[in-house]
């Protein structure tokens, strides 16, 4: 199949995308011992050596060098790369010396005003479970809490090697097969869906388990932006017919965050303090090992992929019965794991 974006060959975008970023990860490592940028492990980490924390800067230089390589300047993508810029340069700061959350939240709004005001990318409908939604005079507001959403479920996930990185490959590729199967190559969505995909392979060659550096904060924070701004231009471009598709790609990282918010609220914590009972650390109290978490979470997050393809394409009895399945197994996760209520089965195993 020849698919053509803009006169060029998706695949050779994303082949080009995923080798400038193998190229530059390796880069971005030795930069990070030089800053000092590293991963420093605690007793609420996964790993036990420091670990070089700036492959999210080879992921986000990748989209810039492809994106001025395949594509066109725009408004739009202007306010996408100066939004970018300032999540990454946000994101560096934080992965050399940790800034407060405040602050950090500081730098996602400004990028998310550039995005709504300047940019123009504004959800103002919806349809969502088939009622239509027009949020009048509070699209700007709603576009501004979706975009700081998908930020902070890709950061708040990002807790295993290859895990944001794995699901953010998912939701591009996703992104990719619907447009291929609805024949609506060639918006501005699907062209950073491509970009970006190769791009994220390129850094997971490194992050798969056993990770020799990690996306930090500003590699899960300009993912989560991307996938924020790809949804919204998918609706701009009628990728999306429902609200609903890219929450359902992206339904593992809301999952994990809702539990975590409910989990932290029934034990009178902070919402925002963290800790060791994320989705993926209920599997590895499982005894399953880091390689083995990081492949279950992928092929959940398949299923859920798969869903929103069947429901894009009409096949909705299909899609049904893969929602039904996968609602069933996070109950069973709910039940049987520490992911939202503390359980003594689990504690004397430990």
Known sequence: MNLVVNGHSVYLMAITSFLVSLILVPICKKVSVHVNALDIPNKRKVHTKPMPRLGGLAIFLSF????????????????????????????????????????????????????????????????????????GGLAPYVTLFFILACINIINLIDG??????????????????????????????????????????????????????FMGDSGSQFLGFMIAIISLLGFKNITFKSFLIPLIILAIPIFDTLFAILRRTLKGEPIGSPDKEHFHHQLLKLKFSTKTSIVLIYLINLAFAAVSIFITIGDNKIASYIYIALIVLLLFVVIKTDILFEHKKIKEKK
């Not at 990454?88 to 500081?106: E, H, Q």
């Not at 895990?163 to 992104?175: H, V």
């Open 64 to 135: 810039l060098i492809n994106y001025m390589i395949f594509g066109q300047p725009t408004t739009q993508m202007l306010s996408i790369i100066i939004a970018s810029f300032i999540i990454i340069l946000f994101g560096i700061v934080d992965d050399i010396n940790p800034l407060k959350a405040r602050y950090k939240l500081i730098g996602q709004l400004i990028a998310s005003i550039i995005i709504v005001f300047y940019g123009g990318i504004v959800l103002k409908d919806a349809y969502i479970f088939n009622y239509y939604l027009d949020f």
């Open 160 to 213: 295993l090697d290859g895990l944001a990185g794995g699901i953010s490959s998912i939701y591009f590729l996703t992104i990719a097969i619907m447009a291929i199967l609805t024949n609506r190559i060639g918006g501005l969505d699907i062209i950073l869906s491509i970009i970006m995909l190769g791009a994220t392979l390129g850094f997971l060659v490194f992050n798969f388990p056993p990770a020799s550096i």
